[in-house]
């Protein structure tokens, strides 16, 4: 799929995170035998897996997997991975993975049946947050803002998940509107990654994802292809030519993956490489990769 699309900039969710980067190194130099050499790289260690010593899920036991600060088996169980062919500015990039959910403002953390403690210290991100900015050709800064959102299912009637999928969403707008300690840099940006959440079909809270779409600050490119045109859901609200995601029974196609450039950036063409013919794309995962063409200033 990689091969076939060539992105200049990739990033990789639910890619194990290792300590010396061993199964980074690997995969770029298996992405080189194909002739893509990306040349740069960011993925620093994410939430997932990352053990707290808390119960935070109140069942009375520690160290499982839903006790770490991202649901995971292991420190790294499936993080974020950048490559770009564009130098990273790791210097200047921004990780909000140790941002604590409470202190997000508007946050739908009550009723999600943390303890105090467990308050206290869970983060927001299950995965990451990131700002990554890349150095193009002509000096500026293009910014990427990362991150992959939990799934809102996997919980209770306390709907903890779907909360947190919804806040994770929610951390960008109120980024974008200055209400956060750190400000963005007054410069164009691409937010991107996993949302795990449909504007229409599955289950979440849609609210903060609506509004990203709808913001005036954002372009929202509408990929679309081919293969999820022709394995619509029976049932199906939304557009099945938008999904990104195929996971069959009562789940079916969802749009859970976006690119979103900023409002300055000139979007040439989109799409989800999702093909009409069975083969590789429907093999290699059930995330679809979605492209965006842009015009570099």
Do not use: C, K
């Amino acid at each position: 799929m990689i091969s076939e699309t060539r992105p200049d900039i990739l990033l990789l969710t639910n890619f194990d995170w290792d300590h010396e980067g061993l199964a980074l190194a690997a995969f770029e130099a298996r992405l080189r035998e194909e002739g893509l050499d990306y040349g740069y790289s960011f993925a620093p260690r994410p939430n997932a897996g990352l053990e707290t010593g808390l119960d935070l899920d109140g069942n009375g036991a520690t160290g499982e997997p839903r006790d770490a600060q991202g649901y995971g088996r292991f420190t790294g169980d499936g993080g974020l991975a950048l490559l770009s062919r564009l130098p990273i500015d790791a210097a200047g990039a921004r990780d909000f993975s140790g941002f604590l959910w409470a202190d997000l403002p508007d946050a739908q953390l009550d009723g999600a049946g943390l303890s105090d403690t467990a308050r206290a210290a869970q983060r927001l991100s299950s995965t990451a947050h990131w700002d990554v900015p890349l150095r193009l050709p002509g000096g500026e800064a293009l910014h990427l803002w990362a991150f992959a959102a939990t799934p809102p299912l996997f919980d209770g009637p306390e709907d903890r998940n779907g909360r947190r999928n919804h806040d994770e969403a929610a951390f960008w707008l109120r980024y974008l509107d200055g209400d956060l300690p750190v400000q963005p840099a007054a410069e164009r940006f691409v937010l991107l990654g996993n949302f795990n959440t449909d504007p229409v079909d599955g289950e979440g809270r849609r609210g903060a994802l609506t509004a990203l779409l709808a913001d005036p600050r954002l372009q929202d490119p509408a990929p679309r292809s081919a293969g999820g045109a022709l394995a619509a859901n029976p049932d199906q609200a939304g557009d099945p030519a938008l999904d990104t995601a195929a996971f069959g029974g009562n789940s079916g196609n969802l749009r859970l993956d976006y690119v979103l450039p900023s409002a300055g950036l000139e979007v040439v063409d989109a799409g989800v490489f999702w093909p009409a013919e069975e083969g590789i794309a429907t093999q290699a995962s059930r995330h679809h990769l979605v492209w965006v063409d842009i015009a570099l200033p």
